[in-house]
């Protein structure tokens, strides 16, 4: 009987590894925010037209890409953010599997344009299919430019399992609420079919939840901060009397990651109890900070889920320090507010 095992061809593999990465444009968006959110950018711009469907461009202001990373960063597992496996318990970055430009560039066109401080030039790419179609030198400032056209063309199945215009520019505009919460620090604007639809300045997070959500959160936000030898919660929480019936507005990260959990939102919900009606959802946007080594944040490939060593302390110390602050917003006057 003849060997029948082989090896599959890069492109191949590379367009499986993105039924994993990219299920529709926002998880692109996703990706390049947190790249050049790694890149240590002070702006951020994104454009998309037709929900990402037709253009998808990340420019940012970023520590650029050498020509030889440039084309480096389109290989599958090439990371410059982790070297060996202890690194993976003490991840610093957004990104470290080294697999989201590789698996883009195979179900997409994508153009590169990137440049160094101290290069004299930059250089730009274009890869297609995870094909390079063209490479060279090319003059821009410094920072790193990802454009990306017509995903899943060369996917149609994916192509055609992607939603209405609108509900996929609601999961882009999530993810880029997600980021540029968890980044205040860096400028962000969002061009939707060339309209700027977003433009928050660098400033503190009380700014950029009004920026993001509207100038009626000047009045809405209470403080909220606990800490403990293992962890620490900041951020703000919206008064009860602001509830909504709807949940969109409600995030938690941990050291700096956005996630998803009901168990968390459970604890906030409860330390409500009382202030709102059961099918009323308060605002809040909560930063929990606490030493990586105690979660493990590769539970999940899209990383949304994560899994606390102490679940349940985690859950009290939430409910406690959201309790505390809605008590104290009784007695004391609301958040003095600057813009
Ligand atoms: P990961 O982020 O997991 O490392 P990616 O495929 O997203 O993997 O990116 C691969 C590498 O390309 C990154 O590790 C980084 O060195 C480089 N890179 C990607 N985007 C940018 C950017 N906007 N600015 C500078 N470097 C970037
Ligand atoms: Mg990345």
Request: aromatic share 8%; hydrophobic share 40%; glycine share 6%.
């Amino acid at each position: 009987m003849p060997d029948i095992i082989h090896l599959l061809p890069d492109a191949i593999a590379n367009q499986i590894a993105a039924g994993e990465v990219v299920q529709r444009p926002a998880s692109v968006v996703k990706e390049l925010l947190e790249n050049s959110v790694d890149a240590g950018s002070t702006k951020i711009q994104l454009i998309v037209s037709d929900a990402g469907k037709n253009l998808i461009q990340v420019i940012d202001d970023g520590k650029g890409m050498s020509e030889t990373d440039a084309r480096m960063s389109f290989e599958r597992h090439a990371t410059s953010k982790i070297r060996k496996s202890e690194d993976l318990f003490n991840i610093l970055t957004m990104g470290f599997r080294g697999e989201a430009l590789a698996s883009i560039a195979a179900v997409a066109r994508v153009e590169l344009k990137t440049k160094t401080t101290d290069a004299e030039l930059g250089s730009s790419i274009i890869i297609e299919a995870s094909e390079v179609k063209s490479q060279g030198p090319d003059s821009m400032n410094q920072g790193t430019t990802l454009s990306v056209k017509n995903l899943f063309y060369n996917v149609p199945a994916r192509r055609n399992f992607l939603k209405s215009n609108s509900v996929e520019m609601r999961h882009i505009i999530d993810e880029f609420q997600r980021i540029s919460l968890a980044n205040p620090q860096i400028g962000f604007s969002l061009i939707q079919n060339d309209k700027e639809v977003y433009n928050a300045p660098a400033g503190k997070l009380s700014q950029r939840i009004v920026h993001l959500f509207g100038k009626n959160y000047q009045t809405q936000l209470i403080t909220c901060q606990e800490e403990t030898e293992w962890f620490k919660v900041t951020g703000y929480i919206g008064k009860p009397e602001h509830a909504k019936k709807t949940r969109g507005e409600q995030f938690f990260f941990v050291n700096n990651r956005f996630i998803k959990s009901s168990y968390l939102n459970h604890a906030v919900q409860g330390a409500y109890e009382g202030l709102i009606k059961d099918d009323q959802h308060p605002f809040y946007t909560l930063f929990i900070e606490m030493d990586p080594a105690r979660i493990d944040i590769n539970v999940h490939p899209t990383k949304t889920e994560i899994k606390f060593e102490d679940e349940r302390s985690v859950y009290g110390i939430i409910k406690s320090a959201v309790k505390q602050a809605l008590g104290a917003h009784n007695v004391t006057p609301s958040l003095d507010f600057e813009t």
